[in-house]
């Protein structure tokens, strides 16, 4: 069924490190994603090389400015439910919440979620798309309900994580490890557009990979929410969804960080939501005209029209939401 | 248990029923002791704990394992099959293809349309083209992988809407009609319209759901001498003999098929498949027992579906609420063989409401895509979406609560069939109205419209009708019982217990007549080579069909009893009646003797009771009925629903097991709200024609968030003497029928926006709620 490959678990990361030089060997991290795509045949191995055993990576700690540092195996229950990612964080505990389900969320690491491949059918099935190194993109014309409305440009997946939106919002940064040392990378550039490169999803060379991701201390005032629609109410992946980091200052919109998940190639940062709020209250007009703003640049393709009525719905029950203090964060 | 203690019969003093004389019937049971009561599984230990051996569980000695290489073409001639270097593989010990001799043999897919079992023109992806045994799953699958096959690839048409255009690629030379269109007419349809106050028209559309039950559908087969066993997942072990025993050319009784438990069929299950034969086939060639059980992506493909139904209904009502005319059509494709594509769509339209005037036609083509197969009431749950929702629509329109309307409009005989027959019972409307007052209906309708918006949040409620067109269960059935000396029994019995709980509802029967502990009951079923010849399990017809041939092997045990105890006590059989654990005379308790004392079952060591299944009352229809009432929460900036609470009011009879009785109920909601709300066979039409989401995450089955944890069942047990000498009547389909109509009704009260096309769920109701006229 599965190609032949060689299994290894270093415990260590310079060991890891040395493992992932083999050509086409494959980080496993919970291997829930991992699994799928070589099952399915999207690519092989010649080595899985499993970091379970890099005990350093795994929880939550506090950084010396308030800020968090969560390790790469840590697993999406444990973001979900850990008491200052929370109280402090709510969108990314909210994200992390709305991942697939409970089996899922308990195997599955947050390393793993930035990192998933995409969902797209085309890609997932027996089509030898652009994406896998073909010679054209099957959702154009083809069957794309659940392609994207913004940033498409020759591939138009939508990026299936729930934790990157709530992670770009609240500004956090990866850190990757690699043979040349550590580098730091913020979320929001973490992810590849396709129109930069529609083979590649992160910034990762084949022989980096993520150890931790830093949440900075969250400022006072701030209210993060994630929210997302799917088509059933457990297991699916977004529709269309939204995270929320605004900084309010007097029930003012002091500062406001707005990211799309379900719609785009890459989490969406709407900064013609952000610009539509920052400096006013979210009254009904406000948010009307946020609505707006927020589908202003979309390019639906066939058969997704229904993500530009469903994102104006996120946004204005977000934006009102949030004023209320109803998603607090 | 302490048998010696307590006895294997019940206390003494527990009534017995009544045994007739040989040759009469029983009457309906008055009073019952077991049946009607809340029992367990008696195999729900085995279940639950795993040791339950399904066939799929089953391993063999030398056991090799099959796999089949499917076309991946919705239409394709095959020009070449390379096996070379499969054949070069670790493990593999033979692999068949159409140059096979033993595989030259014709697949029926009807009867009067046979093709070869692998036919050089593969007219769906999914259709079979080699197949491989080997010593491992893995080994198999690489060797299929490993088959080099040279297609020439055909124009496909794969939606049925667009078959009926002049030029759709054909699946079949003779075009892409199933048959010419279907039509059935009353009365005069367009002077019922005149005599309307309100006319409405409407298009619907029900996507088309795939079959995906727990266990996958395969076999596992083995040769003993000329003798062929399979031990198989299916709903009727004797339509696997009879189907695999004609394309093999092989007498019936050299056909053994077992299935004693099986893991969901919902009609996929009828019939054995292709994979049965290609089994049996590799087993003969290799000498080794084969196992082939297909992958789940195998059965997205080729194991059958309900149907997408496109639908129009014109339908006319005078203002106080009396249906005038119906005009319905419907355009459905049961894939690229005949398979009813459109079968019973309209049966509702047809018999559900009184309508003098009605006029339907029904119209199949073939598709580029997989054959149909029964799926859980047969065109009814798609005939409802359009009629419950008309109801509800002409409702409005004439200013009438819903489920006034339809009790304005219940008919008392069969409508559609020759003659009108009456029903024995008509339980519709006991369940319009004892089912609306135990839900709550009037009151909940009041409340809404008494209500504020809340943000964003509407709440709405909603009820559709049902009858299920069969149910009444019918000859034959053969059971033979066997009560021990000890006073234990074994019950002998054709029919597959599909998870329905058929075993736990016979056994209850057995207990209910002779008075013995369910847990004494032993019950060997579903093999052709040790029980009687039973059809397969479905239709809603397994307890009304089975369990009166139960009753009557039952009975028939009592009778030899009293026999011998009449010749025991040197009495009249006339005066001898059972009473607990004893057979006494009279009135005189003294004179008795216990059932165990009997010196002629002492000496026999059994008493074997025959019971056959008695004819239907003539010219009469036994259907059971059913209405569902249910209340949703919506978003109506996001369409986003929440299904609150389900309740459904059925009548099917006499209630056997009320533990039963319920599973199916929210069984059939459960997957009634997967049509309604989740379920789309979604195929690449403007590409490649193939089926893009033939797996368990794309293809969107309810989760248990989808379901509400608050269902009622609610039984309305009206007598049904008539029906058989149980009174039961069918239940797993009825269940199943409104679910998705009264879900769309619910959202149109909750927000007025109509949803006829399935599924209602984000991807088609935000559209539909921004178009939507601004509320005032
Ligand atoms: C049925 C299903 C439904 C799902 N639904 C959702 C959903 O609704 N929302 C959602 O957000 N996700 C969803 N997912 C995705 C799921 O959350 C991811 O599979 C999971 O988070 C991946 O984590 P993992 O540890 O199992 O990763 P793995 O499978 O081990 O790895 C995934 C990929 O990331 C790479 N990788 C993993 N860790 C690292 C690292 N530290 N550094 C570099 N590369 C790394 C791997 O090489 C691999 O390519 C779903 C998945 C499935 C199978
Ligand atoms: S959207 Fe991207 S992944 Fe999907 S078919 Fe097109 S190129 Fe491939």
């Known amino acids: ?329 | 248990m302490k048998n010696e203690e307590k006895g294997i019969y019940f206390a003494e003093g527990l009534a017995v029923p009544e045994t007739p004389e040989p040759g009469k019937d029983p009457k309906p049971w008055k009073e019952t002791n077991v049946v009607g009561k809340s029992r367990p599984r008696v195999d729900g230990y085995e279940r639950v704990s795993g040791s339950a051996m399904y066939p799929s569980d089953y391993s063999l000695p030398h056991m090799l394992f099959g796999a089949v290489l499917r076309c991946p073409y919705p239409n394709a001639k095959i020009k070449r099959v390379d096996t070379r270097k499969a054949e070069q593989m670790p493990g593999v010990r033979a692999i068949i293809s159409a140059a096979t001799p033993e595989a030259r043999v014709l697949w029926p897919y009807t009867p009067h349309m046979k093709v070869e079992l692998f036919d050089s023109h593969c007219r769906f992806e999914g259709e079979a083209v080699a197949a491989v045994a080997a010593e491992t799953p893995y080994q198999a699958s690489d060797a299929v992988r490993a088959i080099d096959v040279t297609y020439e690839v055909l124009p496909f048409v794969t939606d049925e809407r667009k078959a009926m255009l002049s030029d759709a690629p054909k699946v079949h030379p003779a075009g892409n009609r199933v048959g010419p269109t279907e039509h059935y007419s009353r009365g005069d349809v367009a002077k019922g319209f005149e005599e309307a106050d309100v006319v409405l028209e409407e298009s619907y559309r029900t996507e088309c759901e795939i079959h995906t039950p727990m266990e996958l559908h395969g076999c596992l087969a083995y040769w003993d001498g000329d003798l062929l066993n399979i031990h198989e997942s299916t709903q009727g072990v004797y339509a696997v003999q009879s189907k695999v025993a004609e394309v093999l050319d092989l007498p019936l009784s050299k056909v053994r098929v077992m299935g004693r438990y099986m893991g969901g069929g919902f009609g996929s299950k009828l019939q054995p498949g292709k994979y049965t034969v290609i089994a049996a086939i590799l087993a003969k060639i290799t000498g080794c027992p084969v196992k082939l059980f297909l992958t789940r992506e195998e059965t997205y493909l080729c194991t059958g579906n309900r149907p997408a139904s496109n639908m129009k209904l014109k339908a006319g009502v005078t203002k106080d609420g009396r249906l005038t005319a119906l005009d319905f059509s419907v355009v459905g494709s049961g894939g690229a063989y005949p398979a009813g594509g459109t079968l019973l769509v309209d049966w509702l339209v047809k018999d559900l409401y009184l309508c003098p005037n009605v006029r339907t036609a029904a119209t199949d083509v073939y598709t580029n895509a997989g054959p149909a197969r029964p799926f859980r009431a047969p065109g009814h749950p798609q005939g409802a979406w359009a009629l419950e929702q008309m109801m509800d629509a002409l409702a409005k329109a004439i200013d009438m609560d819903p489920v006034a309307l339809r009790l304005k409009n219940i008919p008392s005989y069969s409508q559609a069939r020759k003659g009108n027959p009456p029903y024995t019972t008509t339980g519709l409307a006991a369940c319009l109205k004892e089912g609306a007052k135990a839900f709550g209906w009037e009151k909940r309708r009041k409340e809404i419209a008494a209500e504020k918006p809340n943000g964003s949040l509407r709440r709405g409620v909603g009820m559709a009708a049902c009858l299920w067109v069969a149910g009444g269960g019918r000859p034959p059935s053969t059971i033979i019982l066997k009560l021990f000396s000890d006073g234990s029994v074994n019950l002998n019995m054709g029919a597959s217990d599909i998870g329905t709980g058929t075993k736990t509802v016979m056994a209850m029967v057995v207990a209910e007549e002779l008075n013995v502990h369910t847990d004494v009951i032993q019950i060997e079923h579903a093999d052709t080579g040790t029980t009687q010849f039973a059809t397969p399990s479905g239709g809603s017809k397994t307890v009304p069909t089975e369990a009166p041939a139960v009753r009557r092997a039952a009975i028939h045990v009592k009778q030899q009893l009293l026999e011998m105890a009449a010749e025991q006590l040197k009495a009249d059989v006339s005066d001898l009646r059972f009473k607990g654990n004893a057979i006494v005379h009279g009135n005189d308790d003294a004179k008795k003797v216990t059932i165990k004392d009997l010196k002629g079952l002492k000496k026999r060591g059994v008493v074997v009771g025959v019971g056959y299944r008695g004819p239907n009352p003539e010219g009469k229809v036994v259907n059971p009925f059913g209405v569902q009432f249910c209340e949703v929460e919506m978003d109506i900036r996001t369409g986003e629903i929440r299904i609150v609470d389900f309740l459904g009011a059925n009548e099917s009879g006499r209630v056997m097991d009320r533990l039963t009785f319920d599973n199916q109920v929210f069984g059939g909601i459960t997957m009634g709200i997967g049509l309604g709300m989740t379920e789309v066979r979604v195929l690449d039409e403007g590409g490649s024609g193939k089926m893009l989401n033939k797996n368990w995450h794309d293809y969107k089955l309810p989760t248990a968030l989808d379901v509400s944890p608050r269902m009622t069942s609610f039984p309305i047990e009206l007598p049904d003497p008539e029906a058989n000498i149980t009174g039961a009547k069918g239940l797993g389909e009825p269940v199943t029928i409104p679910t998705a109509a009264a879900i769309a009704n619910a959202v149109y009260h909750a927000c007025g926006v109509r949803m006829t096309e399935t599924p209602i769920n984000p991807t088609r109701l935000g559209v539909m709620l921004s178009d939507r006229p601004k509320e005032a």
């Open chain 1, 1 to 329: 069924m599965l190609s032949n490959f060689a299994y290894v678990q270093p415990q260590s990361l310079k060991a890891a490190l040395k493992q992932l030089e083999t050509p086409e060997a494959r980080l496993h991290a919970g291997g829930t994603d991992l699994l799928g795509c070589l099952r399915e045949g999207i690519f092989g191995a010649k080595k899985i090389v499993s970091i379970s055993g890099l005990n350093a990576f795994k929880g939550v700690r506090e950084t010396s400015n308030g800020g968090l540092r969560i390790g790469a195996l840590t697993t999406i229950t444990q973001v979900e439910r850990h008491p200052a990612i929370r109280s402090r964080f709510r969108a990314l505990s909210q994200g992390a919440g709305e991942v697939a389900s409970p089996q899922l969320r308990n195997q599955g690491t947050i390393g793993g979620n930035i990192c998933q491949k995409p969902r797209c059918w085309y890609y997932r099935g027996e089509f030898h798309c652009l994406r896998k190194g073909g010679e054209r993109c099957y959702a154009v014309g083809g069957e794309n309900q659940y392609h994207c409305i913004f940033g498409g440009e020759n591939c138009f997946i939508v990026h299936p994580s729930d934790t990157a939106p709530p992670l770009v919002a609240l500004e956090a940064v990866v850190r990757i490890v690699g043979p040349q040392g550590t580098r730091s990378v913020p979320v929001s550039r973490f992810h590849v557009p396709p129109s930069e490169d529609f083979r590649q999803e992160t910034v990762l060379a084949p022989d980096e990979m993520v150890t931790e991701i830093i949440l900075p201390p969250a400022p006072s005032g701030l209210r993060s929410s994630y929210r997302k629609v799917r088509a059933r109410r457990a297991w699916d992946f977004s529709l269309a969804g939204m995270a929320l980091a605004i900084t309010f200052k007097d029930n003012t919109v002091q500062k406001a960080r707005v990211v799309f998940s379900g719609v785009a190639p890459v989490p969406w940062r709407s900064k013609e939501v952000e610009v539509a709020i920052t400096g006013r209250r979210l009254d009904k007009e406000t948010v009307a005209r946020a609505a707006d703003a927020a589908v202003r640049e979309a390019e639906p393709m066939e058969k997704n029209g229904y993500k530009i009525s469903l994102l104006r719905g996120v946004v204005e029950e977000e934006l009102l939401a949030a004023q209320s203090g109803e998603s607090p964060g």
